[in-house]
C-alpha cells in the first residue's frame, strides 16, 4: 500500500453530545479534521477532553450529534448499521486498550475472525495468519489461547487481528495502556514499522508520552475541540 | 455458521458451574415432563384397565334405549346373529352376555335394592374381575342354580353370610308380574367401589333369563377387545357395525363419560404443568443469557466494532441458547430416563384409591412412548430459541461506543 496522500478521514464540525444520569455531556464541541492515508497520528490530550468519543464517532461506533464524517469518502451518517458493520470490517482496524481477543479462540481464530466476517477461503487465512504471526514475531503460537499468553502478545495479536485483512484505517484506543513500558516501546516499534511497511493510516487516541513522541503528527484536545495540531518531520 | 457454531459451544463452557446449574434447572423440568407424560399415560391406561375390566367391559351392546331405561322386555334384537359376528371379529377378544334387572334383595335382617346381574360364569370371568376380588366363598362353582355372589358392603347390610338365603323379587318381562326366587349367598366380593359392593348382584344367566320369562334373550353383551384403546378410537366402525336392528353398541368412553372427561383433564393438567415447567426454564434460560451476556458486554463491542453485523450477534446468542439447550436436553433425558426407568420397574401402589369412580386395582406403572423423547425436546429446543431471542435482539441493539466503556 503506497502512502498516497489520499483523505482517509474528512471532519466537518462534528459535536458529540451524551446523556449521563439525564446530565447532558457534550464530549465533542465541533472538531474539523483530515487525516491523510499512511499518517502515523496520536490525538491526545487528559481524560474527559473527548479523545476516545472522538474515535467512536469518526470510526461509526457512534453516530455524531451534528456535523459530518466522511470516511474514504463516505459519508458515516448517510450509512445504514448494517453498512457501517460491513464498512469497518471491509476498511478500519481496531486495536483497544484490552481485553481485545476473545478468550475461547485460538491466537489463530482470533486473527482470522475479521476474514471470516469478510468470506476469505480457509487455505488464503491459514495463509495470512502464519504470515503475520512471523510478522510480528509470534510464529509457531497459533493455537494458543489469549488467557495463556502475556499482555504485549495479547496486544501483538490484537494488532495482527486489526491488520490482517489489510484495512486503510487502524484506530487503536489507549493501546499501551496496559502495558509495561518496554514492552508499550517494543509494540509501538512495531506498529511503527508495519506503519512505513504497508502504508496503513495508524490513529491512536493516548496519554502515552512514548506514542506522542513516535508519531508524525499529535492533535491535541481540550474539552472536546482541538486546542494544537502539531505535523512534526518525517522519523 | 461453522465457526460461529464452535464459538457458541466454547462460549458456555467458559463459566462452567453456571452452565452446569442452568443445564440443570432446565434438564430436570424436561425430565419432569418426560415422566409425568409417562406416568399420564400409565395412569390413563391403569384407569380405563381399572374401569373395563372390573365389570364394565370396553364397550356393550344393548337394545336401544335400555341404557335410559331398563325395561326387562328390551332384550337385545338378532342376538344369534350378533354372537356369530362377535366370534369372527379379529378386534374382539372376548364377550360375555349378560341380563339386567332392578330387584329387590330381602334377608330375614334388611332390605335393599340392586341392579341384578345373570351372568354365564365360564365367560364372564374374562370380562369382569368378581371372580379376583371375592372375599369370601366361591365363584359360582358346582352345577348350584341358586348361587348369588353379592358385595361385601350388600351383605353386610343384610347381615348374611355364605350359605345364608336370601330373597331377590323382579319384574317378569311381558306380564309385569312380580317374580320371587331364593338364593343362598356363594360368595361375597369386595371391589372398594362403593356401588359395586352395595348395589350389585350376581346370578346364573340361565336362571336369571327364567325368573325374567325371557327365553334366551339377554340385555346386554359385554365386550374385550385386544387393544385396550380400540374401544376409545374415533370414528371407529365397530359400534356402527352393530348399532343395527335396534341395538346400540357404545363404547366406555359413552359408558363412563365422567371416566372419559375425567382423563380430557388429565391432558389439561398436564398442558399446565408443562407452561409451568417452561416458565421455569425460560427463566432459567435468559437469566443464563443475561449474565453470560453483561459479563461479556466489552467482547460484544469489540466483536462489533470489527465488523460483525447485528444478524452476526443475534445468531451468536441463539446458537449458545442452542447449545445450552442440547447440554440440558441430553441431561433430561438422562435424568428422565432414569426415573421413569426406575418406577417403570416398581411401579406406584395406587392400589385401592378410587378415582372419578375408578378404583385402581393394580400398581402404577409409567409407559414409555418414543413420542415422549421426540416431542419434548424439540418443544424445550424450540422453546429455547424462541426465548433466547429476546437477549439476541438486546445484544444486537446495544450501543457499541456503550459496550466498549463497560468492563474497562
Same mark, same amino acid.
Given at each position: 500500500?503506497?502512502?498516497?496522500?489520499?483523505?482517509?478521514?474528512?471532519? !466537518?464540525? /462534528?459535536?458529540?453530545? +451524551?446523556?449521563? @444520569? @439525564?446530565? /447532558? /455531556?457534550?464530549?465533542?464541541?465541533? =472538531? @474539523?479534521?483530515? =487525516?491523510?492515508?499512511?499518517?502515523?497520528?496520536?490525538?491526545? &490530550?487528559? $481524560? &474527559? $477532553? &473527548?479523545?476516545?468519543?472522538? *474515535?467512536? /464517532?469518526? $470510526?461509526? *461506533? @457512534?453516530?455524531?450529534?451534528? &456535523?459530518?464524517?466522511?470516511?474514504? !469518502?463516505? *459519508? *458515516?451518517? !448517510?450509512?445504514?448499521?448494517?453498512?457501517?458493520?460491513?464498512?469497518?470490517?471491509?476498511?478500519?482496524?481496531?486495536?483497544?486498550?484490552? +481485553?481485545?481477543?476473545?478468550?475461547?479462540?485460538t491466537v489463530e481464530e482470533n486473527i482470522e475472525y475479521i476474514m471470516l466476517l469478510q468470506g476469505v477461503p480457509k487455505k488464503e487465512r491459514h495463509r495470512r495468519v502464519i504470515d503475520i504471526l512471523k510478522e510480528i514475531g509470534m510464529e509457531g503460537m497459533e493455537k494458543r489461547y489469549p488467557p495463556k499468553i502475556s499482555g504485549g502478545q495479547q496486544q501483538r495479536v490484537a494488532i495482527a487481528r486489526a491488520m490482517v485483512s489489510q484495512p486503510e484505517l487502524i484506530l487503536a484506543d489507549e493501546p499501551t495502556a496496559n502495558l509495561d513500558q518496554a514492552t508499550g516501546a517494543e509494540l509501538l516499534g512495531l506498529m511503527r514499522e508495519l506503519n512505513r511497511k504497508t502504508g496503513m493510516t495508524f490513529l491512536f487516541s493516548t496519554h502515552d508520552r512514548m506514542v506522542m513522541e513516535r508519531a508524525d503528527r499529535v492533535i491535541r484536545l481540550k474539552d472536546g475541540k482541538v486546542e494544537k495540531d502539531e505535523r512534526k518531520s518525517q522519523h | 455458521m461453522w465457526f460461529d457454531m464452535k464459538l457458541a459451544w466454547r462460549n458456555i463452557f467458559r463459566n462452567k458451574r453456571r452452565t452446569f446449574i442452568a443445564g440443570i434447572a432446565i434438564g430436570v423440568g424436561l425430565a419432569a415432563m418426560l415422566f409425568t407424560d409417562a406416568l399420564m399415560i400409565g395412569m390413563k391406561d391403569n384407569m380405563i384397565r381399572s374401569a373395563t375390566k372390573s365389570f364394565l367391559g370396553e364397550g356393550q351392546i344393548h337394545r336401544k334405549g335400555f341404557r335410559l331405561t331398563p325395561d326387562v322386555e328390551k332384550t337385545i334384537n338378532n342376538l344369534d346373529g350378533i354372537i356369530s359376528n362377535l366370534k369372527q371379529e379379529e378386534a374382539v377378544e372376548r364377550f360375555t352376555p349378560r341380563t339386567v334387572t332392578f330387584g329387590m334383595i330381602t334377608s330375614p335382617a334388611n332390605v335393599s335394592s340392586v341392579m341384578v346381574y345373570g351372568i354365564q360364569p365360564s365367560s364372564e370371568k374374562f370380562l369382569s374381575q368378581i371372580d379376583d376380588v371375592l372375599k369370601e366363598g366361591n365363584y359360582f362353582k358346582g352345577d348350584g342354580e341358586r348361587n348369588i355372589v353379592i358385595g361385601s358392603d350388600l351383605a353386610e347390610l343384610l347381615e348374611v353370610g355364605i350359605g345364608d338365603r336370601t330373597v331377590i323379587t323382579a319384574t317378569q318381562a311381558e306380564s309385569g308380574n312380580l317374580v320371587q326366587e331364593m338364593f343362598r349367598v356363594s360368595g361375597i366380593y369386595h371391589f372398594n367401589v362403593k356401588e359395586m359392593d352395595t348395589g350389585m348382584a350376581f346370578v346364573r344367566l340361565s336362571k336369571a333369563q327364567e325368573m325374567l320369562g325371557i327365553g334366551n334373550d339377554v340385555h346386554e353383551i359385554a365386550i374385550k377387545f385386544k387393544d385396550i384403546h380400540f374401544a376409545a378410537k374415533k370414528d371407529n366402525p365397530f359400534w356402527s357395525k352393530y348399532s343395527v336392528h335396534g341395538n346400540e353398541a357404545v363404547s366406555w368412553t359413552t359408558l363412563l363419560p365422567q371416566l372419559h372427561a375425567m382423563l380430557g383433564i388429565f391432558w389439561i393438567s398436564l398442558l399446565v404443568m408443562g407452561i409451568i415447567l417452561f416458565g421455569i426454564v425460560a427463566f432459567g434460560i435468559v437469566n443464563t443469557l443475561f449474565m453470560s451476556l453483561y459479563e461479556r458486554m466489552f467482547e460484544f463491542g469489540v466483536i462489533r466494532a470489527v465488523g460483525t453485523r447485528p444478524s452476526g450477534i443475534r445468531r451468536l446468542i441463539l446458537l449458545e441458547a442452542g447449545a445450552l439447550s442440547l447440554l440440558s436436553i441430553v441431561l433430561g433425558i438422562l435424568l428422565g430416563s432414569i426415573i421413569t426407568l426406575i418406577f417403570v420397574k416398581v411401579g406406584i401402589d395406587y392400589r385401592g384409591i378410587e378415582i372419578a369412580g375408578t378404583s385402581f386395582h393394580e400398581m402404577l406403572y409409567p409407559v414409555i412412548h418414543i413420542q415422549q423423547y421426540i416431542i419434548y425436546p424439540i418443544a424445550v429446543f424450540a422453546f429455547t430459541l424462541l426465548i433466547g431471542l429476546y437477549p439476541a435482539l438486546v445484544a444486537s441493539k446495544m450501543s457499541i461506543s456503550e459496550a466498549l466503556r463497560k468492563s474497562l
Open positions: 500500500m503506497e502512502n498516497n496522500g489520499q483523505k482517509i478521514i474528512v471532519t !466537518e464540525n /462534528v459535536k458529540k453530545d +451524551y446523556k449521563e @444520569d @439525564d446530565i /447532558v /455531556v457534550r464530549a465533542v464541541r465541533g =472538531i @474539523d479534521l483530515t =487525516i491523510k492515508a499512511g499518517e502515523f497520528t496520536a490525538i491526545v &490530550g487528559p $481524560s &474527559g $477532553s &473527548g479523545k476516545t468519543t472522538f *474515535l467512536n /464517532v469518526i $470510526s461509526g *461506533l @457512534d453516530m455524531a450529534t451534528d &456535523g459530518k464524517v466522511w470516511l474514504h !469518502e463516505r *459519508l *458515516l451518517s !448517510e450509512m445504514n448499521e448494517k453498512e457501517l458493520s460491513d464498512f469497518r470490517r471491509d476498511h478500519i482496524g481496531f486495536i483497544f486498550q484490552a +481485553y481485545n481477543l476473545i478468550p475461547v479462540l | -
